[in-house]
């Protein structure tokens, strides 16, 4: 049983192409995380939140709680936004942390 | 100021053997997280601590352990090595009591090979 549940698994864009990733989980939750990782394997937190939206820079991070569901969107997308992007839980329970299983971005320019 | 640091960065050992791994936090930071990744199993929680306390703890075998020390410097320990612990573990370190809940910094990761 997966608790957070990532689409797509790989997605292709050109350069310029408005991006969006979806999170889909099943718990109710304290704060859900996306994350970013580069090849090499250094991991970078992007956002954190519990409700509503979030915003920085080209990055946009929204919410529903009700539909236990977040998206990450990225505008006017670029080669260096090629990575790996996690979306990552904390129930409410708050002993845990569930991750899912990433969306492997390539943006050919 | 010093990101998160983790030593070593690569390692190779053998079944049986037992590995330790070391994580120093942002300064100011007082939990650190641990994380293993691997290529089947993706991301996995493994335990975090704060103020020398183990806090929260995934599904992992006893042979996974570790600890905090008064600087909030982190170890992590595999003894009894096997090859299904060949991964990358990653640790993370935040201010506030639960990782989850608060912003994370993670470290490069120490590259773990079992052969």
């Known amino acids: 049983k997966n608790e957070v549940e990532q689409s797509p698994q790989n997605l292709t864009a050109q350069e310029g192409e408005f991006i969006t990733i979806n999170c889909s989980y099943s718990v109710g939750i304290s704060a859900l995380h996306w994350l970013q990782q580069h090849p090499g394997g250094g991991i970078v937190s992007l956002f954190m939140?519990?409700?509503g939206k979030k915003k920085h820079g080209r990055l946009i991070a929204t919410i529903n709680i009700q539909e236990k569901h977040s998206s990450l969107h990225i505008t006017a997308s670029h080669p260096r936004d090629s990575a790996v992007y996690i979306c990552a839980l904390t129930p409410y329970t708050g002993n845990q942390f569930y991750f899912g299983t990433g969306t492997s971005l390539t943006v050919i320019p | 100021k010093a990101g998160v640091t983790q030593t070593p960065r690569y390692l190779i050992k053998t079944r049986g053997q037992q590995v330790t791994l070391s994580c120093s936090p942002i300064s100011g930071h007082r939990s650190v997280s641990w994380y293993q990744q691997t290529p089947g199993q993706g991301l996995q929680f493994l335990f975090e601590?704060?103020?020398?306390?183990?806090?929260n703890k995934g599904n992992f075998p006893g042979r996974f352990s570790g600890r905090q020390f008064s600087n909030s410097r982190s170890e992590m320990n595999v003894s009894t090595l096997e090859l299904g612990d060949s991964a990358l573990y990653l640790c993370?370190?935040?201010?506030?009591?639960?990782?989850?809940?608060?912003?994370?910094?993670f470290g490069a990761g120490s590259r773990l090979t079992v052969l």
């Open positions: 939140l519990s409700s």
């Open positions: 993370a370190s935040s201010y506030g009591q639960t990782a989850g809940a608060n912003v994370l910094t």
């Open positions: 601590y704060f103020s020398e306390t183990q806090r």
